[in-house]
């Protein structure tokens, strides 16, 4: 069973950054997407980022150029470098992964991430 662990939320100040992770408990080779999604209070979870398994990558619009998703396939881990983070990133950022050819679905417990002076 695929299991997910997000890390690297926190408070960051606005123009600052952080670099999320989340590490899955089997190899990442297998899936055929890799994917942040984040949920701010009352609104709906978004797609943030996403990469394939041939290493094709996917923005929101509003994140390019200040995000940038890649992958460690030795560490069955990707990451979410942010950059010139702004106060409405503010929310949990969940990794999910797409594998299998049903399509499976598997999701992480979500990091908090907080865009405050």
């Known amino acids: 069973q695929v299991q997910l662990v997000e890390s690297g939320g926190g408070l960051v100040q606005p123009g600052g950054s952080l670099r999320l992770s989340c590490a899955a408990s089997?190899?990442?080779?297998?899936?055929?997407?890799m994917a942040w999604y984040r949920q701010a209070p009352g609104k709906q979870r978004d797609l943030v980022a996403a990469i394939t398994s041939d290493g094709s990558t996917t923005y929101a619009d509003s994140v390019k150029g200040r995000f940038t998703i890649s992958r460690d396939s030795a560490k069955n881990t990707v990451y979410l470098q942010m950059s010139s983070l702004k106060p409405e990133d503010t929310a949990v950022y969940y990794c999910?992964?797409?594998?299998?050819?049903?399509?499976?679905?598997?999701w992480g417990q979500g990091t908090q991430v907080t865009v405050s002076s």
């Open positions: 999910n992964v797409i594998f299998g050819g049903a399509g499976n679905n598997c």
């Open positions: 089997v190899s990442i080779r297998s899936f055929n997407r």
